[in-house]
């Protein structure tokens, strides 16, 4: 069954993930979007793009912690290892998210809903944020299911926030609500609604001459020093690393159980 729902405004896309009920991205999704990608870099009608959850309070949630674990198990089976010298190959999420931020066109992510783990780390490859007020949480937890953020997340959230605070959120896995989020940076702005407000800024974009419009994009995404590709290669690598132990395959089995949660302690 699909997972992205499309609706053409003109020279603005939305692109709404739907993956009921709990709206997780899994490879399907990721499969998905490569084809989006491709499509719109041969579409030069398309001028922005807007991303947003079609599933109630949902943007992404976080990937799907099920295939995780089959993952994890499978590699195990193997008797997969994963080291340093020998950096895991880019493929997948990380892979697509790079995509998208090379993308010539403004990718806006309009946060309506949880945010977490792959879900964080694909607002953090979209160039522009605005979140929805309401109670929801947007942030990287994975270390309370004994991984760390395999799509980029270390890197990017660490630039975008400083380090300091990325390092803190991070290590304790805690998230934030869309304030906090829009206080220390991690998103633009809060709108009462983030979908609409997002298409009020892509239509705005829209009209900006195209090749101004990329030339600027990858000009100011190359001044920011962006993630190297060792540093990202070694998160790959890492997250492979955890993703195989005994201790993340027990704490995601145990997320996934009826009341699992990404934001709790599973060792309490």
Not at 99 to 115: Q, V
Not at 133 to 162: C, D, W
Request: net charge negative.
């Amino acid at each position: 069954m699909a997972q992205l729902t499309r609706e053409a405004l003109g020279p603005v896309q939305l692109i709404r993930f739907d993956n009921p009920p709990m709206g997780y991205m899994d490879a399907g999704t990721v499969a998905e979007l490569e084809r989006l990608v491709d499509e719109v870099r041969a579409t030069p009608a398309v001028r922005a793009l807007v991303f947003a959850g079609a599933v109630p309070g949902v943007f992404i949630r976080h990937y799907s912690v099920e295939e995780l674990v089959r993952l994890g198990e499978s590699l195990q089976a193997k008797g997969a290892t994963f080291e340093e010298s020998r950096p895991a190959p880019e493929r997948g999420f990380p892979l697509v998210a790079r995509r998208i931020e090379e993308l010539p066109i403004p990718t806006i992510a309009a946060i309506n809903g949880h945010a977490m783990g792959g879900g964080c780390e694909f607002a953090l490859a979209c160039d522009i944020r605005i979140a929805g007020r309401g109670a929801y949480s947007i942030g990287l937890p994975e270390v309370n299911i004994g991984l760390l953020p395999g799509g980029g997340g270390t890197q990017k959230l660490a630039r975008l926030v400083g380090m300091p605070r990325a390092l803190e959120m991070m290590l304790r896995g805690r998230t934030v609500d869309p304030e906090e989020a829009a206080r220390i940076g991690l998103v633009h702005e809060v709108a009462d609604d983030a979908v609409a407000r997002a298409l009020a800024i892509a239509e705005e974009l829209a009209k900006k001459p195209p090749k101004a419009v990329a030339h600027i994009k990858r000009l100011v995404r190359g001044t920011m020093d962006p993630p190297s590709a060792a540093d990202l290669g070694l998160e790959r690598t890492l997250f492979l690393d955890l993703v195989t132990s005994d201790d993340a395959i027990r704490l995601m089995t145990k997320m996934n159980a009826p009341g699992g949660d990404i934001r709790t302690n599973l060792e309490d």
